[in-house]
């Protein structure tokens, strides 16, 4: 079994007497990480939020009831819990008058489950997120060097724990995650009978991967008004399908103020959207694959130690660029990203004369490590 940074974090949190949350999107393991935390254990509840049943279950909920429901389990699991009403309401009362329980409650869509717990639960939980398994996870499995042979491999098919352990049934994998289930939440709650304008939607984000993206652009291609695209982006980045990276500025005249690059989580989602799992090394896409690879996996590591660093990627108006900037304990440090190590990168002049104390880095694929563990 391949460990989960996340597991040591959580069994240390365990019988503080708060609720435990861990939030990500479907398939990436948080079912697996419970199973392995309560391994032999007894005395153990598990529901799922996404059986009837379940949401009937906690429908004018009293903790009188609640303790019958419990009997003798000391740990109660919630999976999907963002599908149960007012589960916020609901954990805190179970958290309340219900002290001798540990709850842990997990969910693949932080729109309903954080936006209703984070009022009621505030001080009385530990939350986490949770991801496909990243490079540092797989580099602590099989080792470094085998990790990095894999890297074309996983510029392709990505991270998933289902794909990384099926391996040659990857395709058939990602095509099952990628067809709506990964948003099923989204359809159900936004009332979405027909999938086309979300897939449409990550289509368009998939080919600008690396890209700034516009929301009038993207509306145009999608048949959706830019209100509406923005609105889809951010259901979509709070399921964990994707996430936004605003640009760095600090008012000069010409860097720009307000743009946004888009990225997947998962190599594999954005290449499953668009139908192609051709080899990296044979595809004109390869420094975007590279890019979203990085920065996806830059994001988890930064996750998963509570490295509290800011983010962004700079432009100018005249097309200067650098791909990924980090400002931490008052450091600035720009990173530009090549896949091929051959390829010269230079910093900016605009960059280095108005932030002269700023490092610069280029991370290729011979040197990922320094960047990703």
């Not at 109660?76 to 009403?85: F, L, P």
């Not at 932080?110 to 939350?127: H, V, Y």
């Amino acid at each position: 079994m391949i460990t989960r940074v996340l597991e040591e974090s959580i069994r240390n949190k365990l019988g503080q007497d708060k609720a435990i949350v861990i939030m990500g999107a479907r398939q990436v393991g948080k079912t697996t990480l419970l199973q392995h935390l309560f391994e032999g254990e007894e005395g153990i509840l598990w529901l799922n939020g996404d059986e009837q049943d379940t949401r009937a279950l906690f429908e004018n909920i009293s903790a009188t009831r609640l303790k019958y429901i419990f009997g003798n389990n000391k740990t109660v699991i919630i999976d999907e819990a963002q599908r149960i009403e007012d589960i916020g309401i609901r954990l805190k009362l179970i958290t309340d008058q219900l002290q001798d329980i540990q709850l842990v409650a997990t969910g693949s869509s932080s729109f309903d489950l954080a936006n209703k717990i984070n009022e009621p639960l505030t001080g009385r939980k530990w939350e986490y997120k949770m991801y496909p398994l990243s490079f540092e996870e797989m580099v602590n499995h099989h080792g470094l060097m085998d990790e990095k042979r894999l890297l074309p491999h996983r510029l392709v098919y990505g991270y998933y724990p289902d794909v990384v352990n099926h391996p040659g049934s990857e395709v058939e994998i990602l095509k099952q995650l990628s067809d709506s289930y990964l948003y099923k939440d989204i359809l159900d709650w936004e009332h979405i009978k027909k999938a086309d304008k979300i897939v449409k939607l990550l289509q368009a984000l998939a080919f600008q991967v690396g890209s700034e993206v516009s929301y009038n652009e993207l509306g145009q291609l999608c048949d959706l008004d830019p209100k509406t695209v923005e609105r889809y982006v951010i259901l979509l980045e709070q399921s964990y399908i994707i996430f936004r990276l605003g640009s760095f500025s600090r008012n000069l005249r010409n860097e720009l103020k307000s743009s946004r690059k888009i990225y997947f989580y998962d190599n594999g989602i954005r290449n499953a959207v668009i139908a192609n799992f051709a080899l990296a090394e044979t595809r004109p896409d390869i420094g975007a694959l590279f890019e979203n690879f990085i920065v996806s996996e830059r994001m988890k590591f930064l996750h998963y130690h509570h490295l509290w660093y800011n983010t962004w990627f700079w432009r100018t108006t005249a097309m200067q660029e650098i791909d990924f900037i980090e400002e931490g304990n008052g450091q600035l440090t720009a990173y530009e990203f090549k896949w091929n190590p051959k390829r010269i990168a230079k910093v900016p002049k605009t960059f280095t004369n108005n932030y002269p104390n700023a490092t610069f880095k280029v991370i290729t694929r011979d040197n990922v490590e320094e960047f990703l563990l």
